[in-house]
């Protein structure tokens, strides 16, 4: 049962709620499990009506929902043996990115992600999933360490954006992003990034530089967040469902665009109100996306390398004139 | 006394009636010490205040004559022009916003790319142009960076990029982003193949252009005070809520926190690139001036053989 609920999510939640009780008063007669079951029919209905018309800004807010999953949470359903692995050796381990060796399907895998807390605690500790410096330099030690290994990397993509700090920009969260950038384009093992919720800019962008990106359907990718964009072009932070629909953000925009290569179904109503049959989906779509990258290293190391610089290579728009 | 001097003690005779009386453009004040130059003496002097060495905003085709040896420039991607892949609109179709700043900044993109040499050094060059729409990054953009890169391995020269940007342009949402990404990528098989590059990082230079391409040089420069950071000032200011410290992001703060190699003024700039750039490359030292040769000679036959 979810504990928060969104506007647009309150019909078929208060309907659920009517069931249940009908449920709990039901005496078992014929015309009582009836109704029950026209009722269970109408809000699936109900549900799937009003999550096939979403609003990229409905979206938005599904992608970050207090209540979806987090990278652990898939962890812990799709992979084994997961021990997380922790510091990036010059500074500090930075919680907001989690990382670790696994297995998934029996195979060993280099897994990395950002992580959010579920309460205030929690998000103290991770700081809301907005990485720092050190955040990004342990990932740029797992990437290495997955080329060293022979392992495929996994990255799992869920944050605002890189923390925006003092003590961020002293460490220089610029170079840290960056290097993560170029460190990826050459990292010679398959790799597999998948946006699980938010995919805030260079923050999120930083380990997602990856020969297969993946987006779970109510997942978002965006350059900047609708409310920032809002502020700056609308001078007017409120109008940050405008930006939302303006800046393509949404699975199935940034699938058009040539980015991300595939979209993976969640469940209805969302993740977070079917975390197993999400996870599910996902473990298939990631062996699937594994098993073909295998195919092309199996071509050699360079085949690898050159199909991922040119699958960036060709991301834009760019029209040419004549005579200039 | 400097000629500078004697024109502003003129003016300031009776200053309100002076700076009414300023025709624009003929004359421009120092935006830190407040000093009143000639606009054309200013630019001689590549648009560095000459009471408070002050770097003021300097347009690209300034920027380019001022680091490329005269003849040399050769630009190359001008053809390249933004689309608008998402139909983009605020307040305005990003169309029109891209046709006022090609009015307004006379360049077609907030990039120039090309080739030339810097104090005889051959390289491949590539310039932001903050004057349209803030240097922002998008597809045409991260293209024009991309080639620079690549025309570097092709012609196996070293790459130079100035960068003065805001940023990847919001109104190629998530394709600007991309370009972060692509850019990297480029830069990152000149590494492989041991070509030098060189990133200057100029005044003010953020968000995805700082974090990806512009903090990868082998070397990195800055000019004085340039602001160089990941997020901008007000949007740490507001993240804290609190005052952000003074010099914070300032070329001065980077030096000092191991993010950039120098700071350079613009005098001094394009010879410390191009004495680096040869002992990069194998180059030998550059060839002392004649005046200087001629006197070595001489001291030479003056002295005695050993
Ligand atoms: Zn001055």
Known sequence: MTSKVLEFERPIVELEGKIRELKLLSSGSQEMAEEIERLEEKARQLQRERFAALTPWEQVQLAKHPDRPYTLDYLAEIATEFLELRGDRAYADDPAIVAGMCRIGGRPVLTLGHQKGRNTKENLFRNFGMARPEGYRKAQRMFRMAEQFHLPLLAFIDTAGAYPGIGAEERGQSEAIATCLEVLSTLRVPTISVVIGEGGSGGALAIGLTDRILMLEHAVYSVISPRGCASILWKDPEAEQAAATQLKLTAHDVHRLGICDEVVPEAPGGAHRGLASTAANLREALQRHLGELDGLLARGTDALLAARYDKFRRIGHVERVAGA | ?306
């Open chain 2, 1 to 306: 006394m400097a000629w500078w001097r004697r024109k502003k003690e003129a003016l300031d005779k009776d200053s309100t009636q002076a700076k009414v009386s300023i025709p624009k453009g003929l004359w421009s004040k120092c935006e830190s010490c407040g000093e009143i130059t000639y606009t054309d003496e200013l630019i001689q002097n590549l648009r560095v205040c000459p009471v408070c060495g002050h770097h003021g905003t300097m347009p690209t085709a300034e920027r380019i004559a001022a680091t490329l040896d005269a003849g040399t420039w050769q630009e190359h991607d001008t053809e390249l022009r933004s689309g608008d892949p998402l139909g983009f609109f605020d307040s305005q179709h990003y169309k029109d916003r891209i046709e006022k700043a090609v009015r307004s900044s006379g360049a077609t993109e907030a990039f120039r790319s090309g080739v030339g040499d810097i104090d005889g050094v051959p390289v491949s060059i590539g310039f932001f142009a903050f004057e349209f729409m803030g240097g922002s990054m998008g597809s045409v953009v991260g293209e024009k960076v991309t080639r620079v890169f690549e025309r570097a391995l092709e012609l196996s020269r070293p790459a130079v990029v100035l960068s003065a940007s805001g940023g990847a342009r919001m109104q190629e949402g998530v394709l600007s982003l991309m370009q972060m990404a692509k850019t990297s990528a480029a830069r990152a098989r000149l590494r492989e193949r041991g070509l030098p590059y060189i990133s200057v990082v100029l005044h003010p230079t953020t968000g995805g252009v700082a974090a990806s391409f512009a903090t990868l040089g082998d070397i990195i420069f800055a000019e004085p005070k340039a602001l160089v950071g990941f997020a901008g000032p007000r949007v740490i200011q507001q993240t804290i809520g609190q005052e952000l410290p003074k010099g914070f992001q300032r070329a001065e703060f980077l030096l000092e926190h191991g993010i950039i190699d120098r700071i350079a003024s613009r005098h001094e700039l394009k010879e410390q690139i191009a004495t680096l750039l040869r002992m990069m490359t194998g180059l030998p030292a550059k060839a002392p001036p004649p005046e200087a040769a001629e006197a070595e000679a001489a001291s030479a036959e003056a002295s005695p053989a050993p």
